[in-house]
């Protein structure tokens, strides 16, 4: 899958799992049970065991699911997930040169960054999107609403404490997507093998971002519909004054 059409998939998408797993039969499971409630993306982080090899099996077993490396944190590990097939390279914090370096080899890049500053310096090196990373704990939707007020051209990615009571506020505050770990992939729930809850969880998650993108459609909606009534108004006006 080329850079631009992972790309596409998280904006259309807009939920990042994070999974994390002791074992390759784990990843398998929870890919097989994410993908199965319709979100074919994946983070596999790199602070599991295993993690470049998890990859390189779920890419190599699940061809349709995006699969992408998680707490990437300096070049040479970069290079290794993208050997091992990686289609997205992210991490919680802001690094330049993993930045250029998957620039250069046209993989996907979702850089983590936290404050206005390193946000905007992220965005400005070549990160594809931004990562604001941990949310919950510098004030949630309040944070990155503002984040998104100020920087409306930069694609923010929330994560860190998304969970199903805040991932709709998350997308009404402007998050282009939401990176979930164990509100969306539970570690009893690939202990015991339930799917079926795994599955319900995605299918939830895709509601709230779905139905909050709705609403901000219709917003804007209503805002375009409201700026044009007043120019035809306006324009209504200025007529009647040239009549007298």
């Not at 929870?30 to 409630?37: D, F, H, I, K, S």
């Not at 080899?105 to 400005?124: D, K, M, Q, S």
């Amino acid at each position: 899958m080329t850079k631009e059409e992972v790309c596409n998939a998280v904006k259309q998408i807009g939920i990042i799992p994070a999974v994390r797993v002791s074992s390759t039969d784990d990843a398998h499971f929870a890919v097989e049970a994410v993908a199965g409630g319709g979100i074919p993306i994946v983070e596999i982080t790199m602070t599991v065991p295993s993690a470049i090899e998890m990859i390189s099996h779920v890419t190599h077993y699940h061809a349709k699911v995006i699969v992408g490396a998680g707490t990437v944190l300096n070049v040479e590990t970069a290079q290794q997930c993208i050997d091992a097939g990686a289609g997205f390279i992210t991490a919680p914090g802001f690094n330049a040169r993993i930045v250029e370096f998957a620039t250069k080899h046209n993989v996907a890049v979702l850089a983590g960054a936290l404050t206005p500053t390193e946000v905007i310096e992220a965005w400005e090196t070549g990160s594809d999107f931004v990562k604001v990373f941990p949310c919950a704990p510098v004030g949630g939707e309040t944070y990155l609403r503002a984040l998104s007020t100020a920087l409306p051209q930069i694609p923010l990615i929330a994560a860190g404490g998304v969970n199903q009571q805040t991932a709709r506020a998350y997308i009404l505050a402007g998050a282009t997507a939401i990176g979930i770990g164990h509100d969306l992939i539970p570690h009893d729930a690939i202990e015991h093998r339930q799917a079926d809850r795994i599955r319900e969880l995605a299918h939830r998650f895709l509601s709230f971002v779905k139905e909050a993108r709705e609403l901000l459609a219709a917003r804007q909606q209503s805002i375009t519909t409201s700026k044009a009534l007043e120019e035809c108004e306006k324009g209504a006006a200025a007529g009647r004054g040239k009549k007298r």
